[in-house]
């Protein structure tokens, strides 16, 4: 018999698996920490990209005002124009 005392034996056997299972663990959370910087810095990239597209862009609501500052002066233009003919002809 060795000279280990009673359940020492059974004891390391146990931790060995314990041991190899929390070394799994430790690798897969490395591998997903690894992917999440990954995604993290695709994420950064494709905002970097949006922004710069948003930057050449105008808000929905700026063209909306534009537009209706266009219909307005086209409205008022072709109104002067006969005002202007009709006194031309008198």
Same mark, same amino acid.
């Given at each position: 018999?060795? #000279? ?15 041991? =190899? ?8 959370? #490395?591998?997903? =920490?690894? *992917?999440?910087? &990954?995604? =993290? ?20 609501? #700026? ?16 109104? &002067?124009?006969? *005002?202007?003919? &009709? *006194?031309?002809?008198?």
């Amino acid at each position: 018999l060795s #000279d280990e005392k009673p359940g020492v034996s059974l004891t390391r056997i146990i931790n060995k698996r314990i041991k =190899d299972v929390a070394a799994r663990l430790q690798k897969s959370i #490395d591998t997903l =920490d690894r *992917a999440l910087e &990954k995604l =993290d810095k695709l994420s950064a990239r494709f905002n970097v990209e949006k922004e710069a597209e948003k930057g050449g862009r105008s808000s929905v609501k #700026d063209k909306l005002s534009q537009m209706k500052a266009k219909v307005e002066q086209q409205s008022k233009a072709p109104n &002067k124009e006969a *005002a202007k003919s &009709k *006194a031309e002809c008198l």
